[in-house]
């Protein structure tokens, strides 16, 4: 296979699961002749009649649908045009997907497709990470692949599970990550990767942010530090263990999200590692995140909303040198 990019593994994921299940279809906002709105449907309309169905501007709707049919035995995989949408369709995903099997025993086979985080020029209603709202309900699976292996095996996983699954694709990396091929050193959905080893601090991250990661890292090796990258893929469950084995070798805690400071990701990595792991840090833990603010247009005002391999350095030398 040439080189393929992020979006290419969502395409091709789903080219598969709809050629292997006749239980997968796909529902959204012109998913079907458009092919989507980051062209993630592109000709699966065409080989699939009847199975790339659009849907109205209607999320609430979309996400009863998709759980109407995970009742009847379909495994629907939900495109919305944006994560931030996903508001509208809150309730039947915290109140009905997430709950339906722990009252009934019957599963929720569905995927929600959210194409998340920020890129230039978005501003406030099309650039925010839902990951955290999501991973506060049990009974909801969620991701958060960071590569394009990721994009792909994490997906087909996805909509293989018997549970309610949020997909957090983040939409920065669509075009501009790319690889040779699919192939990773496919780990467990739940499970988290080293993607980056190291002796000194670890970074604890997900999604983009994994890539401004080892960035600040590769700048900090120039100055004798080993920074080592965690890249936790699923963030509800969490794999705590490889967090803690990490933190184990390097004593040092940065908690990294593209998200909103308050609560959230890095504050639950920070908590369980303060808990449960107090006696492996050498020093107190940090977290790094977007800024408390709306996420702004301008496309300087939105670099330096979000962390950057910059601001990523500046924290880890403080961590450092505590």
């Known amino acids: 296979m040439s080189e393929v990019a992020y979006i290419d593994a969502i395409r091709e994921a789903q080219r598969e699961l709809l050629a292997d299940d006749p239980r997968v279809f796909i529902y959204g906002q012109d998913v079907g002749d458009f092919g989507g709105a980051f062209k993630a449907t592109q000709g699966l ?70 194409p998340s985080g920020g890129t230039p020029g978005s501003g406030p209603f099309h650039s925010q990470m839902m990951e955290s709202l999501y991973a506060h309900y049990p009974g909801l699976v969620v991701v958060a692949p960071a590569t394009v292996g990721d994009a792909y095996h994490m997906l087909k996983e996805s909509v293989a599970l018997e549970d309610p699954v949020i997909y957090c694709e983040h939409k920065l990396l669509y075009r501009w990550l790319k690889a040779d091929n699919f192939e990773n050193d496919s780990l467990p959905l739940t499970k988290a990767r080293i993607t980056r080893p190291g002796k000194h601090a670890t970074v604890v991250t997900y999604s983009a942010m994994v890539h401004e990661a080892v960035k600040a890292a590769e700048r900090l090796s120039e100055e004798g530090w080993e920074i080592e990258v965690v890249d936790l893929r699923c963030i509800k469950p969490m794999d705590t263990d490889t967090i803690m084995a990490s933190i184990a070798r390097t004593g040092r805690l940065l908690a990294l999200g593209e998200s909103f400071p308050w609560g959230g990701v890095t504050a639950e990595v920070v908590s369980r590692v303060a808990s449960d792991g107090f006696h492996l840090l050498d020093a107190p833990p940090m977290r790094l995140n977007a800024k408390d603010t709306p996420i702004p247009y301008h496309p300087d005002l939105w670099r330096a909303h979000r962390p950057t391999p910059e601001s990523i350095g500046e924290a880890l030398r403080k961590l450092l040198n505590f």
Do not use: C
């Open 45 to 114: 309309k065409a080989a699939f009649p009847g199975r790339v169905i659009d849907s109205p501007i209607a999320e609430d709707a979309m996400a009863g649908v998709a759980i109407g049919a995970a009742l009847e035995g379909m495994h629907p995989i939900v495109e919305m045009q944006f994560a931030d949408f996903s508001s509208i369709a809150f309730n039947q995903m915290v109140n009905h997907a997430a709950t339906y099997y722990w009252r009934t025993g019957t599963p929720i086979p569905m995927t929600l497709r959210l």
